[in-house]
């Protein structure tokens, strides 16, 4: 069993810090997204610290709007959080996201760290595919796909592949497997997962891949 992680923040606090320091909506968004992903993931690899993990996600990018270029991005929200009596753990999980533009950065050790790490340009991208969809979601968003979505480099291009793939050696898995296990993520907690499993009842039926316990399976891979 691992050890208890606090960050000495409420969920309700750190969403306030994410909107103080962030106006356009996609970060905000953006923030929510990484902190369903981790927490669901938490749920797989570390039970004991899903509100932690949740909140390294929604805070990972808190100081994107308001820092001074990519070797300052999670810097920046260790001066914004210094003196707030918030964790070194926290901060430290956070700055571990932008080790590859920061060398001087932890890089990602714990199963958090790296998880945060592959998930966050993934999610970007498959967020990405899903809005060009005449769906507008990912429940109806196929593993190929995406695949073909990765190999071409000029779509969604600020979603850096070569970001992903380091995600996925840092996960220990190539990437096939962390695509499909960030996109079986993105489908569970899917906040319109319900009502889009409502509009399509026969979906389930013809992709029992996407039944929640085999999405569960596939996130587990990684």
Known sequence: MSAQLQSNLTREQAFDLLKQYNQEEFHIIHGETLERLMR????????ENVDFWGQVGMLHDMDWEVCDGDKDHTLCTERL????GVSEQLIHSIQTHNSDFNPD???PELKMERVLFAADE??????ACARLRPSKSCQDLELASLKKKFKNKKFAAGCGRDQMTLGATYNDCDVETMLAAILAACKATDPNRDAWLAANPTWLEEH????NENLYAIAARL
């Open 40 to 47: 669901y993931f938490a749920q797989i690899h570390d039970p």
């Open 122 to 127: 993934t999610s970007g991208l498959i967020d």
């Open 81 to 84: 959080l210094s003196g707030r």
């Open 208 to 211: 029992p891949d996407d039944t």
């Open 105 to 107: 950065l932890p890089k």
